[in-house]
């Protein structure tokens, strides 16, 4: 029966149709599943809101290579001051080859200057 092909979403409990998602799924997958809507969400709100290692808020240190943001007492060392120019955290900084932290610096380079600390409510305002 059709009710054997739909899916829902861990987070809000919306159903879909296994076949109805772009790509569609061959099979219900095993263990959590999220939407689309909730994976951009969960994405939006990963940077700005919460430190990635004590997982509190308030103003928080982006990291200019992944989604990762940390309280300045919560890097690894933990730092007295905002750094100057690009950054990268605990993760990147052992994980992400120089190359590669090279090329990401370049093409955001070419966007606009990107965020480097931000509080709750900066980022409430630049998501109106």
């Known amino acids: 029966t059709d009710m054997t092909k739909i899916i829902l979403c861990d987070s809000c409990d919306t159903e879909y149709h296994i076949y109805c998602l772009h790509p569609p799924l061959a099979k219900v997958?095993?263990?959590?599943?999220?939407?689309?809507?909730?994976?951009?969400?969960?994405?939006?709100?990963?940077?700005?809101?919460?430190?990635?290692?004590?997982?509190?808020?308030g103003e928080l240190l982006l990291c200019d290579y992944c989604d990762r943001s940390y309280h300045l007492k919560c890097c690894v060392p933990p730092l007295r001051s905002i750094p100057r120019g690009k950054w990268a955290c605990m993760h990147c900084d052992t994980?992400?080859?120089?190359?590669?932290?090279?090329?990401?610096?370049?093409?955001?380079?070419?966007?606009?200057?990107?965020?480097?600390?931000?509080?709750?409510?900066?980022?409430?305002?630049?998501?109106?």
Do not use: H, Y
């Open 29 to 57: 997958p095993s263990g959590d599943w999220f939407c689309v809507d909730c994976k951009i969400k969960e994405k939006e709100s990963s940077n700005e809101d919460i430190c990635s290692e004590c997982r509190g808020r």
């Open 95 to 128: 994980q992400v080859p120089l190359n590669t932290r090279k090329a990401i610096a370049e093409a955001m380079a070419e966007q606009d200057e990107p965020r480097r600390v931000m509080t709750r409510s900066r980022a409430a305002k630049q998501s109106k």
